[in-house]
């Protein structure tokens, strides 16, 4: 328990690892030019990608295999680009490695890119069907602050957590990865705002407060993923909570004094 009513999600395994079919890759155009600025846009989901609600002994045989080979496949990958670079890494390699041919990579992953970033968009499902069972006189920011911490993708602590950080390192250190995942983020935050424009009962195309408060969501996982990233040294849901308390705290639009240091 963490106060509030709210609930900490069980421990759980790697999330981008646990999803048997792999999401539609987003195309960004002009990805080579991606640079810091961008880099730092991107630092938002998890370096393995979607946590399923389902442990692995609900699944059926054929659900297992899969999960199996998409494992093997981003750890595969994973490991040949730490090693060797992502500029030698080329999805011929990874198959092989992983134990399969390149046309069974491509039945999980669109590009290496899709394989070695993460899947945002699952983490923002679990939010989504979060959101919409928070109790109805929750405002809509404090029902997303709990639906985010209570979810297993971003609430739970990962098993393999050196790991899961080194894939996030490599993806901020690489402009090219950081441009693929943004069109990662554009998915799972389109996906909360338009079940934050659900839950309050408002047209998403004619109303901007759904679209804000989703944006809001996501930078603050995006300032608390890249301070996790830096530091490692304090559980991400704890970041993510802090950053959602602090936010709640400031005036922005009356209190001169945030963020003036003394």
């Not at 370096?47 to 442990?55: I, P, R, T, V």
């Not at 971003?154 to 080194?166: N, Q, T």
């Not at 490692?232 to 705290?249: K, N, V």
Request: aromatic share 4%; hydrophobic share 40%.
């Amino acid at each position: 328990p963490i106060g509030d009513g709210r609930q900490r999600a069980p421990n759980t395994v790697d999330p981008a690892d646990r999803a048997g079919v792999s999401l539609a890759t987003i195309g960004i155009a002009g990805a080579g030019k991606a640079n810091g600025k961008v880099a730092q846009c991107a630092s938002f989901s998890l370096g393995s990608s979607s946590m399923l609600f389902e442990d692995d002994a609900s699944l059926g045989r054929r659900e297992q295999k899969k999960l199996e080979t998409r494992r093997a496949i981003r750890n595969a990958g994973l490991d040949l680009a730490l090693e060797n670079g992502l500029e030698s890494l080329t999805v011929e390699l990874i198959a092989h490695t992983a134990g399969v041919s390149p046309r069974t990579f491509f039945n999980y992953f669109a590009s290496k890119e899709d394989a070695l970033v993460t899947e945002a968009a699952e983490g923002a499902t679990q939010v989504r069907t979060l959101l919409l069972e928070r109790p109805a006189d929750e405002s809509p920011m404090r029902a997303l602050h709990y639906a985010i911490i209570n979810s297993n993708y971003y609430g739970s602590v990962p098993p393999d957590r050196d790991r899961l950080l080194a894939r996030q390192r490599l993806t901020q250190e690489n402009p090219s990865l950081m441009a693929h995942q943004l069109g990662k983020i554009s998915i799972a935050e389109r996906t909360i705002a338009v079940a934050v424009a659900e839950r309050m009962d408002t047209d998403i195309d004619q109303d901007l407060v759904p679209e804000l408060l989703a944006a809001t969501a996501v930078s603050i996982i995006r300032v608390a993923m890249r301070h996790w990233v830096a530091e490692g040294d304090r559980p991400l849901h704890e970041l993510i909570d802090m950053a959602f308390e602090q936010f709640e705290g400031m005036n922005l639009f009356n209190d001169h004094t945030v963020g003036v240091t003394s």
